[in-house]
Nanobody, 115 residues
Framework: QLHLVESGGGLVQAGGSLRLSCAAS????????MSWYRQAPGKQRELVAQ???????AYTDSAKGRFTISGDFAKNTVYLQMSSLKSEDTGVYYC?????????WGQGTQVTVSS
């Protein structure tokens, strides 16, 4: 079983920055990738950014140039640096860990961007 804990969410003005963190603990087998998803009110959860254990990253178009995902797989930790935040970035941000066996989700952290 893998346990994920996110932190770093909060209220920020448009144009501001936030840094999210996610730490994984428990029985970790072959952690392959860690990702950040976002769920805005009334919308489906969507992928924001992903980093693989070999360092490859991917971003949704709206995050490119503004968000940076980084990870320390030795410490099973992933970060999401968010800059130039917009009101449409508001939502609950979830961390996900992909292993060779299962995928795990954190409980989410709220990010609210005021315009």
């Amino acid at each position: 079983q893998l346990h994920l804990v996110e932190s770093g969410g909060g209220l920020v003005q448009a144009g501001g920055s936030l840094r999210l963190s996610c730490a994984a603990s428990g029985s970790i087998f072959s952690l392959r990738a860690m990702s950040w998803y976002r769920q805005a009110p009334g919308k489906q959860r969507e992928l924001v950014a992903q980093i693989t254990s070999d360092g490859n990253t991917a971003y949704t178009d709206s995050a490119k140039g503004r968000f940076t995902i980084s990870g320390d797989f030795a410490k099973n930790t992933v970060y999401l640096q968010m800059s130039s935040l917009k009101s449409e970035d508001t939502g609950v941000y979830y961390c996900r860990a992909d292993t060779s066996r299962l995928n795990y989700w954190g409980q989410g952290t709220q990010v609210t961007v005021s315009s």
